[in-house]
């Protein structure tokens, strides 16, 4: 089943009852008659059946893609494998024309405003040995001050008896033109499950900054049993520059700055343009 299939099929069952493609309810199609025959006989131009469902599917993708609700585009997910604008863009919040634009070829992710541009390195095309080919990326939630992105790296043989697959969450801020990883799991086993966040991590907006709070069994080929992250990412001058610092507040009364408990990875920052000066990489 190749890619589009995947996502149309994705797209139909995770919910579109609740899309506000047409008022809150899946969209109504006309019932089309079964089809026994390769090419199809009932259809005026003798499509194949594959070819009807790719036209229906690629219409509700364009649907949610142009949605003018954006929890229905969140439902959008950009895969590496995409090549056309509409494959690789995203319009996270549109009344702050707040977008994201994955670049393949570069290995980039960007995130840009009316006022700023922030690029970020996300996958290295250059390494001889690529643990992860393909991957996709979705918003988990957004305002028009941050994003929740996930990237994700599904289970790959990349080299013969070796597997590989992560599940990554990671916060971009628009004023520090930061984005810092909050939950990563990663797993090489040929028999474990992937890592999936269950629940997914949450972002609350708070005076100053962000809190993350995630409560689960922590996945992976050795799981560590249930673990509770409980922190808060403030934006603090690092080196002259503005930046996300992660604060574990579990312990109200001894909090820790980027202890074992804060990811502590940044996405490397390529490219910086307007709002967001942040203190991540190279900057233009």
């Not at 950009?78 to 024309?97: F, M, N, Q």
């Not at 670049?103 to 690029?119: E, I, V, Y």
Request: with cysteine.
């Amino acid at each position: 089943m190749n890619r589009f299939f995947m996502t149309t099929f994705a797209v139909l069952s995770a919910g579109l009852a609740h899309a506000a493609v047409s008022g809150g309810h899946a969209p109504v199609t006309n019932a089309t008659p079964a089809c026994t025959t390769s090419p199809c006989a009932n259809t005026a131009d003798a499509q194949s059946r594959g070819d009807m469902l790719e036209r229906e599917g690629k219409n509700v993708l364009d649907k949610i893609r142009q949605s003018a609700d954006d929890r229905t585009r969140w439902k959008t997910v950009l895969y590496s494998e995409g090549t056309s604008t509409s494959e690789l863009e995203l319009t996270i919040v549109k009344s702050a024309d707040f977008k994201m634009r994955l670049d393949p070829k570069a290995g980039t992710l960007s995130f840009s405003t009316a006022t700023s541009l922030d690029t970020f390195a996300i996958h290295d095309r250059r390494s001889r040995v690529d643990p992860c080919p393909s991957y996709n990326i979705r918003i988990v939630e957004a305002s028009p001050a941050h994003a929740l992105i996930r990237h994700v790296c599904p289970k790959k043989e990349y080299q013969p008896g070796k597997f590989y697959m992560s599940n990554q969450y990671f916060l971009y801020d628009v004023e520090t033109g930061t984005a810092t990883s909050i939950w990563l799991a990663a797993a090489s086993g040929k028999e474990t499950p992937f890592p999936s966040a269950r629940p997914h991590p949450t972002v609350q907006p708070i005076r100053g900054g962000y809190m993350v709070k995630w409560a689960g069994d922590f996945p992976g080929d050795s799981p560590s049993g249930k673990i509770e992250l409980r922190n808060k990412y403030m934006p603090q001058s690092v080196s002259g520059k503005r930046s996300l610092v992660c604060i574990d507040v579990s312990d109200p009364g001894a909090p820790a700055v980027e202890n074992g408990m804060c990811e502590g990875e940044a996405l490397e920052k390529l490219a910086s343009h307007g709002a967001g000066t942040g203190a991540q990489g190279k900057e233009g």
